[in-house]
């Protein structure tokens, strides 16, 4: 999404965006006077000239950050509308970005910006509360305040706290969240927080082992299927070879999951191997503990190496679940190169 900062150059920018700019900082002028800024207006189609497509992010009196996305009513897209032309776009961006602006200069900035200081100083309070460990794997950016949809239709002021922290592969990345009560963003803090703990214990740990992840030999076994294993343990996770949906990646381990074409009876996830009951004799799953599950079930992906480890009755009490003791290995992306650790 191309976007245009405070700080950039006129030059670096289209015509469409730079109109915007232009028009919304002589409204912002006349609505509250100097002291509302323009941080930031995304286009994600430029070319098109298309009001939904615009983003906007101020700063207004008080330190008050809101974000403005244009596409405000997305009910509306079931229904043709007229299209605009270049400056019926560009009025519409500055109607609507001013009618949020009142709206807030109706709340009181002072208030609004009580609001945002009160929101940062519980987040605080809560994280350090939190062991160390927990604190550095988590870092509240911004907290401010966004029109959407929700904003037009039911007027409430709609709030989005940013912060820091890693994906499920273990990679930076930043998160939002929105609600509409401020003791809610530290609920949802309080709900994460321990996840992504955990993440950066895992990272923690692979690190010293100079490894990027772990991946099952389940999921080694699936991978060697779809070519090379050293250039599919390259790629980037989410271009692996095998179908996203055949595979689970969860703080920085790569498992498996997926239906068997050839056995339709038979579907794999992570350690554990679902069969249709009826497929095999009672006594076989009786004494099944202990044995390498390629004596049980004839499967293209099973090794010798997995052992099972437990067999009951599913939930539903419609298939057999056999749970199998397999070995994990660490990964390097950078190497494609794998190697073995203790069963987990």
């Given at each position: 999404?191309?976007?245009?900062?405070?700080?950039?150059?006129?030059?670096?920018?289209?015509?469409?965006?730079?109109?915007?700019?232009?028009?919304?900082?002589?409204?912002?002028?006349?609505?509250?006077?100097?002291?509302?800024?323009?941080l930031s207006v995304k286009t994600?189609?430029?070319?098109?000239?298309?009001?939904?497509?615009?983003?906007?992010?101020?700063?207004?009196?008080?330190?008050?950050?809101?974000?403005?996305?244009?596409?405000?009513?997305?009910?509306?897209?079931?229904?043709?509308?007229?299209?605009?032309?270049?400056?019926?776009?560009?009025?519409?961006?500055?109607?609507?970005?001013?009618?949020?602006?009142?709206?807030?200069?109706?709340?009181?900035?002072?208030?609004?910006?009580?609001?945002?200081?009160?929101?940062?100083?519980?987040?605080?309070?809560?994280?350090?509360?939190?062991?160390?460990?927990?604190?550095?794997?988590?870092?509240?950016?911004?907290?401010?305040?966004?029109?959407?949809?929700?904003?037009?239709?039911?007027?409430?002021?709609?709030?989005?706290?940013?912060?820091?922290?890693?994906?499920?592969?273990?990679?930076?990345?930043?998160?939002?969240?929105?609600?509409?009560?401020?003791?809610?963003?530290?609920?949802?803090?309080?709900?994460?927080?321990?996840?992504?703990?955990?993440?950066?214990?895992?990272?923690?740990?692979?690190?010293?082992?100079?490894?990027?992840?772990?991946?099952?030999?389940?999921?080694?076994?699936?991978?060697?299927?779809?070519?090379?294993?050293?250039?599919?343990?390259?790629r980037d996770p989410s271009e692996?070879?095998?179908?996203?949906?055949?595979?689970?990646?969860?703080?920085?381990?790569?498992?498996?999951?997926?239906?068997?074409?050839?056995?339709?009876?038979?579907?794999?996830?992570?350690?554990?191997?679902?069969?249709?009951?009826?497929?095999?004799?009672?006594?076989?799953?009786?004494?099944?503990?202990?044995?390498?599950?390629?004596q049980i079930i004839d499967c293209?992906?099973?090794?010798?190496?997995?052992?099972?480890?437990?067999?009951?009755?599913?939930?539903?009490?419609?298939?057999?679940?056999?749970?199998?003791?397999?070995?994990?290995?660490?990964?390097?992306?950078?190497?494609?190169?794998?190697?073995?650790?203790?069963?987990?």
């Open positions: 999404m191309p976007e245009w900062r405070a700080k950039d150059s006129d030059e670096s920018h289209d015509r469409f965006t730079k109109a915007i700019v232009n028009t919304l900082a002589a409204k912002l002028l006349r609505a509250c006077g100097g002291g509302c800024a323009i994600s189609s430029p070319a098109g000239h298309d009001y939904r497509d615009v983003v906007v992010d101020l700063e207004l009196p008080g330190n008050v950050q809101i974000t403005v996305d244009c596409w405000r009513d997305p009910e509306a897209e079931a229904h043709p509308l007229r299209r605009l032309n270049f400056g019926e776009n560009v009025a519409e961006v500055a109607a609507i970005v001013i009618a949020c602006v009142q709206t807030c200069q109706y709340h009181g900035f002072e208030t609004l910006a009580g609001i945002l200081d009160e929101a940062w100083r519980d987040a605080r309070s809560f994280s350090s509360q939190m062991p160390i460990g927990i604190r550095k794997s988590m870092h509240l950016l911004a907290v401010r305040f966004v029109f959407k949809a929700i904003w037009v239709r039911s007027n409430e002021l709609l709030m989005e706290a940013e912060y820091a922290s890693l994906d499920h592969w273990l990679r930076p990345f930043t998160y939002e969240i929105e609600v509409v009560d401020p003791a809610e963003i530290t609920a949802h803090l309080r709900a994460l927080c321990y996840q992504f703990g955990t993440r950066a214990l895992a990272l923690h740990r692979f690190e010293q082992h100079g490894a990027t992840g772990e991946i099952d030999l389940l999921a080694i076994n699936a991978l060697k299927r779809c070519g090379n294993l050293v250039s599919e343990l390259k692996f070879g095998a179908p996203s949906s055949q595979l689970e990646f969860d703080c920085g381990r790569i498992s498996l999951r997926t239906g068997i074409d050839s056995t339709p009876d038979l579907f794999i996830r992570g350690d554990k191997v679902h069969v249709e009951c009826g497929v095999l004799p009672k006594a076989v799953l009786t004494n099944a503990i202990g044995k390498q599950i390629t293209a992906l099973f090794s010798e190496e997995m052992v099972v480890i437990d067999a009951y009755r599913g939930f539903l009490g419609d298939s057999v679940v056999i749970e199998v003791q397999q070995p994990r290995m660490f990964y390097c992306k950078s190497s494609g190169c794998y190697w073995g650790q203790n069963p987990q």
